[in-house]
């Protein structure tokens, strides 16, 4: 039993009933310590080679000679390796053998190797070598090979999982998706690649599955630092993009337009509030020169802006106009930055096109406010000489023979005076100083009525259309007046067509929302009667339509327009609480819209007529209140030649004094502007107190509200325009001195 000992390879003597009798130093290394029977040795036999190694024993115990064999064993704690061994029967000469002496000798590395075996040693040193870690299972699931990288990755020897099954080592991943996946390749012969955790391990794997016709190869890598990174990564990208969206939204809805440019000017990035400030979509400027979209004269505006920003400031504010898609411009506010890190200027620009619009319209109700004040004034002062001029060339003319060279002057006189009123009342209407007399009027019958007039004023050289808006409003309107305003508008439109053209006069109902009002200083939104006066005649630009409301403005050749019929209008429409608007361009013909408050009142049915006056003389006592000395004089004058006793002083206090004294008056006819403090409605309220049945007639060259609210005359009180003819005075003061009290609420 001493021949195994000896030998320098391994070697072990197996009984004839299996067990190891002995084994060298060699043989306890290569198994890993004593092996107690036959069945050891086979367990570490390639299981390919075990049936060969059962055959060698039994041959050589049978046959009583050595045969040799070519097998392959796991050396304990590695792989396998190929061994030849020769098996030697043991035994007494004619005697049946009672053991066999196995001799191995190691020829893995060597050229007696098999040559099938030496393909297999550099696939498998390959396998060994790659960074990726591979295993290959049988038909039933049973590992077939295990390099290293997957004893590592799957936590198990190669020795622990060859010829076991797959499942039964890893029970955890029966019925997911690695068996579903692998399934799916064998059964229909596909490569599977998948990423996939695995609880166990705590590990994600990338997996990419090969089937072969023995069974299936599987490559696999430890990807979870990348899985968690990339998580990690679509984490922050998810929030990115989550903080992305909102800043977009934010800036999609912004009232600004938020945008970059390059050096050049070339648009970079643009929100989508450029749609509704120019019009333009995002893509269609993005990539665009913003420059040609600078109004000519604005880009030098932008270019300063943009060299001061190059320069070092660290921003600037600035306004310019610029074109919308449509050709129409916008007026932008900008402020814009410059970033030297990103080579862009960052712009934030803001729609103040309402704004300036605005801004213009209140200068305009500014500037004819102001000078509404002025003409009214004017038309104050002027007034009060008219009156002198007026009634003196008046008594001249009628003290002079009808045949005097001197009467015919007196009457030149008078009709110059005449001119002159009627200029001094459209002052007044321009200033809202005139006394209104508004009625509920029936709008389409009133322009109805003046087609006859329109026809023979404008002549046949001008087609006349009227279209009366059906189921149309009534308006609280001074009828007269409106009928004065609308033949001027349509004089002026037959002026504007020398050569024949087409006036269309249209009525409709409207309304004029908040939206509209915004952007119109005078404007109250509400329903409206709307009457249109539209022509073909020449048009008007811009500036010229700005200022055509302003009085004494014309675009007529000297002698040929006094600048006043327009001024007129606008003031008897304000007057009257409604709104005028001009549309007009230059050879486009102009169409004048004027919007009167719609009432709710019954019709009017018309002014109660008058019974005409008798004598205009008297004998009644009359208190004359007048500051201008001039007028005063006259008006005395003037009423001394009809038979009154007339006390005149110049201003309510003197007046007030008059009355204290006792002195008992038949009327009251006092000036409404007058200095000291006090004007003449203040005096007739004090008079009242004094005298409760004292007849009051007022005159004025313009009214300042005294006397009229809301564009009328106040209830139950008479009025004196200045200018006036002496007979106009003498009946007005016959009818209030037979009308009673008259200023009852005075």
């Given at each position: 039993?001493?021949?195994?000992?000896?030998?320098?390879?391994p070697?072990?003597?197996?009984?004839?009933?299996?067990?190891?009798?002995?084994l060298?130093?060699?043989?306890?290394?290569?198994?890993?310590?004593?092996?107690?029977?036959?069945?050891?040795?086979?367990?570490?036999?390639?299981?390919?080679?075990?049936?060969?190694?059962?055959?060698?024993?039994?041959?050589?115990?049978?046959?009583?000679?050595?045969?040799?064999?070519?097998?392959?064993?796991?050396?304990?704690?590695?792989?396998?390796?190929?061994?030849?061994?020769?098996?030697?029967?043991i035994?007494?000469?004619?005697?049946?053998?009672?053991a066999?002496?196995?001799?191995a000798?190691?020829?893995?590395?060597?050229?007696?190797?098999?040559?099938?075996?030496?393909?297999?040693?550099?696939?498998?040193?390959?396998?060994?070598?790659?960074?990726?870690?591979?295993?290959?299972?049988?038909?039933?699931?049973?590992?077939?090979?295990?390099?290293?990288?997957?004893?590592?990755?799957?936590?198990?020897?190669?020795?622990?999982?060859?010829?076991?099954?797959l499942?039964?080592?890893?029970?955890?991943?029966?019925?997911?998706?690695?068996?579903?996946?692998?399934?799916?390749?064998?059964?229909?012969?596909?490569?599977?690649?998948?990423?996939?955790?695995?609880?166990?391990?705590?590990?994600?794997?990338?997996?990419?599955?090969?089937?072969?016709?023995?069974?299936?190869?599987?490559?696999?890598?430890?990807?979870?630092?990348?899985?968690?990174?990339?998580?990690?990564?679509?984490?922050?990208?998810?929030?990115?993009?989550?903080?992305?969206?909102?800043?977009?939204?934010?800036?999609?809805?912004?009232?600004?337009?938020?945008?970059?440019?390059?050096?050049?000017?070339?648009?970079?990035?643009?929100?989508?509030?450029?749609?509704?400030?120019?019009?333009?979509?995002?893509?269609?400027?993005?990539?665009?020169?913003?420059?040609?979209?600078?109004?000519?004269?604005?880009?030098?505006i932008?270019?300063?802006?943009?060299?001061?920003?190059?320069?070092?400031?660290?921003?600037?504010?600035?306004?310019?106009?610029?074109?919308?898609?449509?050709?129409?411009?916008?007026?932008?506010?900008?402020?814009?930055?410059?970033?030297?890190?990103?080579?862009?200027?960052?712009?934030?620009?803001?729609?103040v096109?309402?704004?300036?619009?605005?801004e213009?319209?209140?200068?305009q109700?500014?500037?004819l406010?102001?000078?509404?004040?002025?003409?009214?004034?004017?038309?104050?002062?002027?007034?009060?000489?008219?009156?002198?001029?007026?009634?003196?060339?008046?008594?001249?003319?009628?003290?002079?023979?009808?045949?005097?060279?001197?009467?015919?002057?007196?009457?030149?006189?008078?009709?110059?005076?005449?001119?002159?009123?009627?200029?001094?009342?459209?002052?007044?209407?321009?200033?809202?100083?005139?006394?209104?007399?508004?009625?509920?009027?029936?709008?389409?019958?009133?322009?109805?009525?003046?087609?006859?007039?329109?026809?023979?004023?404008?002549?046949?050289?001008?087609?006349?259309?009227?279209?009366?808006?059906?189921?149309?409003?009534?308006?609280?309107?001074?009828?007269?007046?409106?009928?004065?305003?609308l033949?001027?508008?349509?004089?002026?439109?037959?002026?504007?067509?020398?050569?024949?053209?087409?006036?269309?006069?249209?009525?409709?109902?409207?309304?004029?929302?908040?939206?509209?009002?915004?952007?119109?200083?005078?404007?109250?939104?509400?329903?409206?009667?709307?009457?249109?006066?539209?022509?073909?005649?020449?048009?008007?630009?811009?500036?010229?339509?700005?200022?055509?409301?302003?009085?004494?403005?014309?675009?007529?050749?000297?002698?040929?327009?006094?600048?006043?019929?327009?001024?007129?209008?606008?003031?008897?429409?304000?007057?009257?609480?409604?709104?005028?608007?001009?549309?007009?361009?230059?050879?486009?013909?102009?169409?004048?819209?004027?919007?009167?408050?719609?009432?709710?009142?019954?019709?009017?049915?018309?002014?109660?007529?008058?019974?005409?006056?008798?004598?205009?003389?008297?004998?009644?006592?009359?208190?004359?209140?007048?500051?201008?000395?001039?007028?005063?004089?006259?008006?005395?004058?003037?009423?001394?030649?009809?038979?009154?006793?007339?006390?005149?002083?110049?201003?309510?206090?003197?007046?007030?004094?008059?009355?204290?004294?006792?002195?008992?008056?038949?009327?009251?006819?006092?000036?409404?502007?007058?200095?000291?403090g006090?004007?003449?409605?203040?005096?007739?309220?004090?008079?009242?107190?004094?005298?409760?049945?004292?007849?009051?007639?007022?005159?004025?060259?313009?009214?300042?509200?005294a006397?009229?609210?809301?564009?009328?005359l106040?209830?139950?009180?008479?009025?004196?325009?200045?200018?006036?003819?002496?007979?106009?005075?003498?009946?007005?003061?016959?009818?209030?001195?037979?009308?009673?009290?008259?200023?009852?609420?005075?």
């Amino acid at each position: 039993m001493s021949l195994a000992r000896g030998l320098p390879d391994p070697a072990w003597i197996a009984s004839k009933d299996g067990l190891i009798r002995d084994l060298n130093a060699s043989a306890r290394r290569l198994f890993g310590g004593d092996v107690p029977d036959w069945d050891a040795v086979l367990s570490i036999a390639h299981p390919d080679d075990r049936a060969a190694m059962a055959d060698a024993r039994r041959q050589a115990s049978s046959l009583g000679r050595t045969v040799e064999t070519l097998h392959r064993l796991r050396r304990h704690g590695g792989d396998y390796r190929w061994f030849r061994s020769r098996v030697s029967p043991i035994g007494t000469d004619g005697e049946p053998t009672e053991a066999c002496l196995f001799q191995a000798l190691d020829i893995h590395e060597t050229p007696d190797a098999p040559p099938l075996h030496r393909s297999q040693l550099e696939v498998e040193t390959i396998l060994n070598s790659i960074s990726d870690a591979f295993y290959s299972v049988d038909l039933d699931w049973r590992f077939t090979y295990v390099n290293a990288a997957a004893e590592r990755l799957l936590q198990h020897g190669a020795d622990e999982l060859l010829h076991g099954n797959l499942w039964e080592a890893f029970p955890e991943a029966v019925g997911g998706p690695f068996q579903t996946m692998f399934n799916h390749a064998r059964r229909t012969g596909e490569n599977v690649e998948f990423v996939e955790y695995y609880p166990p391990f705590e590990t994600w794997f990338q997996v990419r599955a090969y089937p072969f016709a023995q069974g299936l190869s599987v490559y696999f890598r430890d990807v979870t630092e990348k899985v968690e990174n990339e998580r990690e990564l679509a984490g922050k990208q998810a929030e990115l993009s989550a903080a992305h969206a909102k800043l977009q939204r934010i800036l999609d809805h912004t009232v600004d337009v938020i945008c970059t440019f390059t050096r050049d000017g070339h648009c970079v990035e643009v929100n989508r509030r450029c749609l509704d400030v120019w019009g333009f979509t995002p893509e269609e400027l993005v990539g665009r020169r913003f420059a040609d979209l600078i109004h000519p004269d604005d880009r030098s505006i932008s270019r300063l802006q943009n060299a001061r920003i190059l320069g070092g400031e660290a921003a600037t504010s600035f306004q310019m106009r610029n074109f919308r898609k449509d050709g129409s411009v916008a007026y932008t506010q900008w402020s814009s930055v410059w970033s030297e890190e990103d080579q862009l200027f960052f712009n934030i620009a803001r729609d103040v096109s309402e704004i300036v619009e605005a801004e213009v319209q209140l200068r305009q109700a500014q500037r004819l406010e102001a000078l509404g004040k002025l003409t009214g004034g004017i038309a104050h002062d002027f007034n009060n000489l008219l009156t002198v001029i007026l009634g003196n060339a008046e008594f001249l003319a009628d003290q002079l023979p009808e045949d005097d060279e001197l009467h015919t002057l007196a009457n030149a006189i008078a009709a110059a005076a005449e001119r002159g009123s009627e200029l001094n009342t459209r002052l007044l209407a321009f200033s809202r100083r005139q006394a209104l007399t508004p009625q509920v009027t029936d709008i389409n019958a009133l322009v109805g009525s003046m087609d006859p007039l329109l026809r023979r004023s404008l002549g046949g050289h001008v087609e006349v259309e009227i279209v009366r808006g059906g189921g149309l409003w009534r308006a609280l309107v001074d009828p007269v007046q409106l009928e004065a305003a609308l033949l001027n508008l349509c004089l002026n439109a037959r002026d504007a067509m020398p050569g024949g053209g087409r006036l269309t006069v249209e009525t409709a109902n409207a309304h004029l929302d908040s939206t509209y009002a915004s952007s119109h200083q005078d404007v109250t939104p509400g329903q409206y009667v709307m009457i249109a006066v539209a022509d073909t005649g020449s048009g008007m630009s811009a500036d010229t339509a700005s200022r055509a409301f302003e009085p004494f403005f014309t675009t007529k050749d000297v002698g040929k327009g006094s600048g006043l019929g327009l001024s007129m209008v606008y003031g008897f429409v304000k007057q009257s609480g409604g709104h005028v608007k001009i549309y007009s361009e230059e050879q486009q013909g102009t169409v004048v819209r004027i919007y009167l408050p719609r009432t709710y009142d019954a019709a009017s049915s018309g002014a109660a007529a008058r019974s005409p006056m008798g004598e205009l003389t008297g004998k009644e006592r009359i208190l004359l209140v007048e500051d201008d000395d001039m007028v005063r004089g006259h008006v005395q004058t003037q009423l001394v030649s009809f038979g009154y006793e007339v006390v005149a002083v110049a201003n309510g206090i003197e007046a007030l004094e008059v009355l204290r004294r006792g002195v008992e008056f038949d009327l009251l006819f006092t000036d409404i502007i007058m200095p000291r403090g006090m004007n003449g409605r203040e005096l007739a309220t004090e008079a009242r107190r004094l005298r409760p049945r004292l007849p009051v007639l007022f005159t004025s060259g313009y009214t300042e509200n005294a006397v009229i609210h809301h564009g009328r005359l106040d209830p139950g009180v008479h009025l004196l325009n200045k200018p006036y003819r002496r007979d106009q005075l003498g009946r007005k003061v016959r009818e209030v001195l037979e009308s009673g009290a008259g200023d009852g609420d005075a």
